[in-house]
């Protein structure tokens, strides 16, 4: 006979207006068999009382609708980002504030490589820099030579848009003052080395050029199975059970690492990978093909269909595209990661094979360009409940928002970004004006569009009860509130960290609320989210997670 499975718990926030609250869940065969009292959950039949979450609080399982599994494997590498940072064996990182920090940092990781015996010709690889920290400074490679002139040294930035490198990996990448491809920066007039290339290359074309000769750096690089645990060990801490890998070329490698991973019951995570459909090795057609083609090896923690789409770049790194009045600090306009034409056509490829488009837009003239796409799309291909999302948006307005609600389109917010770069958005990219509804979680709600936030993860750390502070606060490290009415309530937010972007996935019948039927998904807490201040959301402690009735203590 099936065993049954009673929960009890201090209290179960079911995210169903139907039944708020109860104290029991009753889960059979990985799947959710009734939720209430401990009466209801025992009409089923013989049962098991499990007593551990007893003085927990649980919701359900939280879902990231914007991150990348390179979360887990990053931490091979060296990090030189600016705030503090945890890893996924829980030792914090301690951010650098100055760009001699950065370099003292690469150089006496280039003296251990020496020590270890790791000759000049083997690559040292960082992430997580960031200069919009460093009153407008731009690393060169007149700093980066100074950590080594003959290791290769390759800095991606937080964003994942942008990277830096060194005068010997330069020359290794055959990237000279000829070079014509849009991203390689060069020096301006005026300098000693006017012309040369400062070792700053913009979006995945320029990047490529290092890729190609060193495929293992940054966002784009290739996971490892151990990466892919890792991922999940961090997920548990942080109470998710559903992520997404929003960019994977799905070749053979990535869907072996992805499949080997996945297979094993202690991996304590579900992942929805989505094709990369930009600067991939597919045509369109080929790369619609060969995601139906993978769907049918769908298993409950691997989930394939999803496919991933870019308009434009970075904000804070200034390759992002922004309609007038442009940057604030008068910057020149972004970059488009792929051409608005081509686009159009390659997601209408897509969208009439019936898969799931998400795009990428931060902003706001690429989130109108591929708003005025979709529309063509959709009045040449009507879809009932396609469900194809804009990821980031961070400068959507109300009249692009009715506009989204009009054609069917979900929104996946990029709320990290009010904490993470509030303050450089009020002072330097988009101005107060526009930094007031930097991620207008609330102007979304109110034009009827679905709504999730995100992390993008390792962009920011992944945390979507950190997400759903930011949205509920939207304070600033300056204590700035950045436009107080697209604040969202707690109930709202724990809706787009839950409910939100299983929407968004097309999972909302499976996951997302604790209802019968569903998977038994929890993210088991120590503290109630809707009783606790609302400036103490982030500060949750969580105990761990319940994927498809399996228990994981978060280590």
């Known amino acids: ?279 991939g090795t597919h045509a369109a057609q080929a790369g619609a093909e060969h995601v139906k083609a993978l769907m049918a090896r769908n298993t409950d923690r691997l989930r394939y269909g999803l496919v991933k789409m870019m308009l434009d770049g970075s904000i804070q790194g200034f390759s992002a595209r922004l309609r007038w009045p442009g940057h604030f600090n008068g910057a020149p306009n972004g970059i488009w990661v792929m051409a608005p034409a081509q686009y159009e056509a390659d997601f209408e490829t897509y969208h009439r094979a019936g898969l799931l488009v998400h795009t990428h837009t931060n902003g706001d003239e690429a989130s109108e360009a591929a708003i005025d796409a979709i529309g063509r799309v959709l009045a040449r291909a009507p879809r009932p409940d396609h469900r194809h999302t804009l990821q980031h948006g961070q400068m959507i307005d109300a009249p692009l928002f009715r506009r989204m609600a009009a054609l069917g389109l979900a929104a996946n917010l990029f709320a990290n970004h009010l904490w993470y770069w509030g303050d450089q958005h009020y002072e330097m990219t988009m101005g107060p004006d526009r930094a007031m509804r930097l991620d207008a979680c609330a102007s979304a709600l109110a034009a009827g569009v679905p709504l999730a936030i995100h992390s993008d993860a390792p962009v920011t750390p992944l945390g979507p009860l950190f997400t759903a502070w930011c949205a509920v606060n939207r304070v600033t490290p300056k204590g700035r509130v950045l436009g107080e009415a697209e604040r969202l309530t707690v109930p709202q937010a724990l809706h787009a960290i839950t409910l939100g972007p299983a929407y968004t996935l097309r999972l909302d019948h499976e996951i997302g609320s604790i209802a019968c039927g569903k998977r038994a998904d929890f993210c088991v807490l120590e503290d109630d989210p809707l009783t606790v201040d609302p400036m103490a959301l982030k500060d949750i402690r969580v105990w761990g997670t319940v994927l498809s009735g399996r228990v994981f203590e978060a280590k």
């Open 1 to 279: 006979m099936t065993t049954t499975t009673v929960y009890r718990a201090r209290k179960i926030i079911t995210l169903e207006a139907g039944q708020p609250e109860a104290t029991h869940v009753a889960v059979r065969e990985g799947r959710i068999l009734a939720v209430g009292d401990l009466e209801r959950c025992a009409a089923w039949g013989p049962y098991e009382l499990d007593e551990r979450f007893a003085d927990k609080v649980l919701m359900p399982g939280l879902v990231e609708g914007h991150c990348h599994l390179k979360e887990g494997s990053m931490w091979e590498w060296t990090y030189t980002g600016w705030f503090d940072r945890r890893d996924p064996d829980g030792q914090v990182w301690p951010g650098l504030r100055s760009m001699d920090a950065v370099v003292a940092r690469l150089a006496e990781v280039s003296a251990r490589m020496d020590a270890a015996g790791q000759g000049a010709g083997a690559p040292l690889i960082a992430w997580g820099f960031d200069p919009i920290y460093f009153g407008g400074e731009r690393m060169t490679v007149e700093h980066l030579d100074r950590a080594s002139t003959t290791r290769p040294i390759i800095i991606a930035h937080a964003n994942g848009h942008l990277m830096n490198v060194n005068t010997a990996m330069l020359r290794i990448a055959e990237i000279t003052r000829d070079n014509e491809v849009e991203g390689v920066v060069k020096f301006a007039a005026g300098h000693a080395r006017a012309g040369e290339p400062t070792g700053e290359l913009q979006e995945p074309a320029a990047m490529f050029l290092v890729l190609r000769k060193i495929g293992n750096a940054g966002l784009l690089a290739p996971m490892t199975e151990a990466g892919v645990r890792s991922f999940a060990r961090l997920a548990c801490r942080q109470g998710v059970t559903t992520a997404t890998d929003l960019v994977n070329k799905l070749g053979e490698d990535d869907v072996r690492v992805l499949e080997a991973a996945l297979a094993d019951d202690a991996v304590s995570i579900r992942i929805l990978p989505a094709f990369q459909a930009f600067h």
